[in-house]
């Protein structure tokens, strides 16, 4: 395992750059790493987030 402190708190990014003000940004630091994390959806996508993730897990059990 590594010694990185690994917390649960993200926290909201400032929105940056043109075309990006839309875009949800997430910040989560871990050691001396800072990822940033921006969300997009589709607006044409015809499955819900839900759907999604129970596909996804699906999947990864499938792959087990």
Known sequence: MSNEKNTPEMTAA????AGQKDAPALVKKIGKTTYVVRVHFSETCKETMSDKIKRMLKNE????
């Open 14 to 17: 400032p929105q940056t750059g």
């Open 61 to 64: 059990v499938e792959q087990m």
